[in-house]
Structure formats: C-alpha cells, structure tokens
C-alpha cells in the first residue's frame, strides 16, 4: 500500500518538516517501500499479549521528590539563537496570517 | 622494560594504565603521544568531529597518575561534555555548546580520564555505517574504502587506529557491537539502564545503551565497571548492584560447565559465507575451553526488524520535537513562529533522520496508532519472553554480530531498507534490554575483520566478559592491528 501525496504533507505538517516537492516525492516512495516491510508486523496474534515499553523498569529507583540546584540560567541560555532580559525570544505565537 | 614513545600507543588501555602505575610514562606523555598520531592519521580517518588537544594536555597535567583511568579516551558526540561541542552529527546542533557533562562521561574523568575529542556519528545515532553524519565520511582502518560500521563509526575508527586506548559509544540498535565487529575491537552494550543515559542526547529512549569500544574485554571490564551504576538523574537507571570484574581464567578448560546456546535464527541466508565461517570456528573455540554448545531457538527473532523500526522512529519522532531553532542551535529566520519551525527542521535535519521522523509521526498518528505502535510494543514482549525462555535452558546465547563484514561507503546509496538490514541481529538485545558484546574471532576473506556476539541475561555483563576474556587468552585476535601504518 503505498503512501499518497496527500499523507506525506499531512505526516511533514505533524512532524513540523518543511519538504520540497522533490523531497514529497522521494520520500513517499522510499516510506511506502519500508511500510510495506514493517506491515509484516501485521500478520503476528498478539492477542491477550501485554505492551513492553522499555528495554527494563523492574530495577529502577525514582529519587526523593526535594528540590535541588538545577542547571544556572545564563548557562542555559547560552546557546539560544535568540534572547532577550533573561528569556528565549521568539517571533509572535499568535499569528493570524503567517500561521497555518 | 620501557617501551619508546611511538610504541605507547599500541598498548591496551590495561597495559597503557599499568604502565602509567608504575611510573613508566605520564598520563602528559601518553596524552602527547594520542595527539601526535591523531595529527598523523586522523586526516586518513576522519574519526573526530572535535579535537581537544589544548584542554586535554592541560587536563592531562594535572591528571593523578595513581588514579584507575589515567589516560585519554574519546566520546562519541551524542554524548554530552561540558564546554566541548556536542553536534551529534547533525547541522541542527551547529555550534552548540553544551552546559554540563554526561553521567557516564563524568565517572570516567573522575577516575582520572581525560577526553581528547568527540567522535563522529551518523546523525544522532541513526545509521549504521556513519555515511549519515552531516560532517564527513569516517573511513574504515582496516580497509579505507569501506565504511567502519555504526552508528558509533568515529569511535570504532580511533580506537582500531590505536589514536585512542578507549572510546565510548551508544547502541540503540547495534550502534556499539557493528562497528566493533567492523572494526576488530571489543564492543560492550551493557543492559538498558545499566549505564545512566544523563546527558545521552536522546534518540530512542526506551532502547539507548552508553558502552564502550576497546581492544579487549579486560579494557572494556574496566572502563564499563567505573560508568555503571544508578544515577538519581536517570529516572530509568537501574538499581543493581554491580558484581566484582576481576577477569580471570583457570586450568585449560576454563568455560567448564557453561552452557551456551546458538539460535538458529541467526544463520539465515543472507549471512556471507566468511562470516558464518568464521562464527562457527570462533563457537567451537569455545567448546574447546570447556563449554557446552546447543542449538536454541529465539522464534520471533524475524519479527525483531519491523518492531525497531516502529518503536525507535516512535521514540525519535517525540525526541527530536525539541530540536526546533528555539533553544539551542542555528535557527532559519521566518516571520512566524510556525515557518520557524518547519524551515529550521526542514533544512538542518539530514535525510535519514527526517525519515525516521516521518515514519515515527506516522506511526503514532491517529488510525495508525494500535496497528502500528500498540502491536510492535505487544511483539516486542513476545521478542522479550524469547530470551528470558532461552535463559532458563543456557548461560548466554553465541551469535553473528551482522551478516557482513564492513561494506565499501556508498554501497548502500539511497537504500535505507538494505542498511536497515545489517542490523537485524544486534536490534533483539535493545529490544529485550539485555546487555550484548562484540569481539573480534578472525578475518573473512578479503582480510575485514569479523566479530562474534555473546547476549546474557539481564545484568550479567560480567559472564559475557568473563568468557570473551577467556577466549582472548587463548586466541590473539584482539590484538590484530590494522595496516595503517604501513602506508
């Protein structure tokens, strides 16, 4: 079952990835053909089967719930592309036009 | 008896300690004597992403030579070291610098390491051959045509190249033991939260392993047994107490009584003839030290490729959400918010590491979500019922690390199916979160090295240790080096 042009726009805009059309394309096709692979997946009974969500979580210790230092701001902050007083900065959240 | 300086570099980091211990060389001298061969052959190898030369002679000064590590290693760059760029591989972290450093990585400076570079990576840890990294082609020591596994290639490389004694890896689906066997070294993935993921960039959180890469099980021993250990900053690391290392081997039969188990899933077709060759030869060894060999069967092992490949792009798909041009790393100007977003992913994130992504998104989008992400999660506990059942019949299963020895760069083009398949025997371990190792049992045919795999139960890296050690004692495989000196 290969993947539309239609779905290869909608799982970009989910994933946030601007594409060419060049990239839609080729994408479509090699996602199509590893879809296929994995839908071998399909043909499994897992019935009555539970999840596993990790690789293991029986020997795991969660810490005391206490505050503790943290990383400093400043140096959290050094690596942003952009900052001002303190804080990330950002063009307009809330924008009527440019946004989708 | 000393050796010259030129000939430091060919010790094993057990060796290169013990030397250091009693007063031989410097952890200074033996620093210099990294870089110099760094400056020579590094041009050949393109292992390093960065080289901290001046910080690490500066730390190597004022190293105490009584420590247990005191000598330089190399990280590969998923990790994190402060104040020495982390780019993993990927021009969306261009530049970054970050703030603190890895649990893992801070263990081994405390113990006296000093860390001379980061190595290069297939982008973010997704690839095995190291072609994906955004930065440059790692070359393969044994054979520079050809590629040195991955994802953790530059890691491989240097330490093959003898530019490092040591360097630490990450193995999310074989990235730790591939370029091992690709690279005739000795690679440890330890159990899943054996080794705190603190400051592991991450890629598939519920797969991601921190290890090693030596050129013997001893070495590995030793740089594995000062990482381990809980970590309150890793709510998933294990709280297991770590059992002693002492590596050591008695009498002519030393594996007596040790029941090692072979799957029959793990001799397919597409496995090359050198590689099977020269597993089997490496399997019988190890009856010859006493062990007793039997066929096992892991059935679901066929099923292990298609659940990864749901399951890590998954993980992918939500971890990489917070690379978005906001935080850290360059950012595309736009004049939304939204255009942000999508220019700056769009155009820094390299081809693999958009299909995963994409694949990820889809399969976790609505309609797909049970079909896809519920059913591998459910395959993934048969995968790991698999395992625990095999180890209540042996101690350890013996195994293929992959079906080929390293490959030429560019053979698998365009083809991320075919490079998905050189893992399929090294993703059932990340899945089951058992701990897996690689080491080097003897050559194919066109002189490549070829690596077999131990898998234990769950924190029992000291058992597969223990028998490669075993192994190594009896056979010099280890300590093959390869021709890049002599050109």
Redesign the interface.
Known sequence: MALTLE??D??????????SAD?KEH?RL??S???D??????E?D?RG?????????S?????EDEPRPG??RD??L?????KEEGQ?K????F?L???? | MSKPANEWTALTLTQACAAIHKGEFSPLEFTHACLERIETLEPRLNAFLHIAGEAALAQAAKTDPASPLPLPIAVKDVLTVENMPCTCGSKILE???P??TATAVKRLQEAGAIVIGKTNTDEFAMGSSTENSAYRVTHNPWDLSRVPGGSSGGSAAAVAARLVPAALGTDTGGSIRQPASFCGLTGLKP???RVPRYGLVAYGS??D?AGVLAQSAEDAALVFSLMAG?D?LD??????PLPALTLKVEGSLPLRGLRIGVPQEYFISGIQPGVERTVKNAIEQLSHLGAEVQQVSLP?T??A???Y??IAPAEA?ANL?RF????????EQ??????????T???R?GAEV??R???G??AL?AGYYD??Y?????????I?RDFEQVFEQVDLIAAPVAPTTAFPIGAHG?D??AM?LEDIFTLPA????VPGLAFPVGFDENGLPVGLQLMGP??REDLLLQVAHAYQQTTDWHLKRPPIDNK
């Open positions: 779905e290869v909608h799982i970009a805009a989910l994933a946030r990835l601007e594409l990239e994408y090699q996602l053909a590893i879809l692979y994995i839908r071998k997946l399909q499994l897992t089967i539970p999840p596993t969500a990790s690789g293991l979580i020997a795991t210790r969660l810490r990383l400093k140096h959290l050094a690596n942003a592309p952009e990330f950002v063009p307009p959240v924008d036009d440019g946004g989708r | 530049g970054f610098v703030p603190y159990t899943y939260g519920s797969l392993c809980h309150p709510a998933t690391s294990a709280d297991v679901h066929e099923y490729l298609p659940v490949y749901i798909s959400a978005d041009g906001i935080r850290y790393g360059p950012r736009a004049e939304s918010l939204w255009e942000v977003y999508i220019r992913r769009g155009r994130f958009e299909r992504i994409m694949l998104t889809y989008s079909a896809f519920g059913q591998a999660q459910k395959a993934r506990t048969l790991r365009d991320p199916l998905y990340n899945l089951a979160g769950h924190f």
